[in-house]
């Protein structure tokens, strides 16, 4: 199995694409039907993802399998809550990263007046989530994660380097 990029690369890595939205405003879907996460980039150690959050959006508690994860807010404030069995709420305002281990599980929620956006880097890709009772702790699920083919046609290993996200 490949390991996880380093926290600081993902980090890196989502916030070289967030701080290029003309890559991916025109993929993001803030759409009252549901949340429709876009896979923007993608190889075998990592992928970005692009998700649009409209008010009382939420994902449910969850975790990302065996991969690491980084998220920065690019629009919008997202309430972040984690743990199983106590669970903690933590506000993530526009501009705000958050990088998550492997066992991380949380709940990311759109409880603000106004639609969020967020990019997301997992390594190694994402393939599997389990999610849990908020009450207990307790998985309740499993899912397989459809990714499909990146929508950018980019090699992304311009975003491993502060200069590829100069482009534009």
């Given amino acids: 199995m490949t390991r996880p990029l380093p926290a600081r690369l993902r980090a890196d890595i989502a916030h070289h694409v967030a701080d290029a939205p003309w890559l991916w ?3 993001v879907h803030h759409d009252p039907g549901g949340r429709r996460p876009v896979r923007l980039l993608g190889n075998e150690r990592y992928e ?6 409209i008010p009382g959006q939420a994902v449910e508690l969850h975790d990302h399998g065996a991969s690491a994860g980084a998220l920065v807010v690019t629009e919008g404030e997202l309430v972040e809550i984690t743990g199983r069995s106590r669970l903690r709420r933590r506000v993530l305002r526009t501009g705000t990263t958050r990088v998550m ?12 007046p106004a639609r969020a956006t967020s990019i997301h880097v997992y390594s190694p890709p994402l393939r599997l989530m389990t999610f849990f009772d908020p009450v207990g702790g307790h998985p309740t699920r499993t899912e397989r994660v459809a990714a499909g083919a990146p929508v950018l046609g980019l090699d992304p290993a311009p975003f491993l380097h502060p200069a590829g996200a100069a482009r534009g």
């Fill in 25 to 27: 405003a025109d993929h």
């Fill in 48 to 53: 970005v993802w692009v998700i649009g959050w």
């Fill in 101 to 112: 281990g492997p066992a991380h599980v949380h709940d990311i929620v759109n409880a603000g």
